[in-house]
């Protein structure tokens, strides 16, 4: 994989990230391929694997909107992000900083990306459901 694919993935997972903690669910669907494939292997509170991304938007939206209605805010995030040796597929290990009123919590994260031209066409994201319930 060459430098320039490999800034092409680091630049969509930090445009990502800023979608979170800006609250731009436009701009972060505008990142995803309509063919969108999205798994989260160990969630208990939406599908374990939503394709599409017109149906991952349907999925998404009530639970962000719980999220606002509830006063979560993202307001940073620590990453580690890595190639494989697979063109367009990436490991991003990060934890974000969520406040709920006056606390902060950290939440850490794994996602696989797979990145195809300008889009993500594919995430397998892992987090803990305990602790995300929690918050």
Not at 39 to 55: C, K, M, S, V
Not at 81 to 103: N, Q, R, S, W
């Amino acid at each position: 994989m060459n430098n320039k694919e490999q800034e092409q993935g680091r630049i969509l997972f930090e445009k990502q990230i800023d979608c979170l903690i800006h609250d731009d669910k436009e701009t972060q669907m505008a990142l995803y391929d309509e063919n969108l494939r999205y798994e989260f292997p160990f969630a208990n509170d939406r599908p374990r694997l939503i394709e599409g991304r017109e149906t991952f938007r349907t999925v998404m939206t009530p639970l962000w909107e719980e999220a606002r209605r509830r006063g979560v805010k993202v307001k940073g995030c620590s990453y580690e992000f890595h190639a494989t040796d697979e063109t367009g597929l990436y490991v991003a290990v990060f934890t974000l900083e969520v406040e709920i009123g006056e606390k902060t919590r950290f939440l850490p994260f794994v996602q696989f990306i797979r990145v195809q031209g300008n889009c993500i066409i594919e995430v397998r994201e892992y987090f803990n459901p305990q602790l995300r319930a929690e918050v």
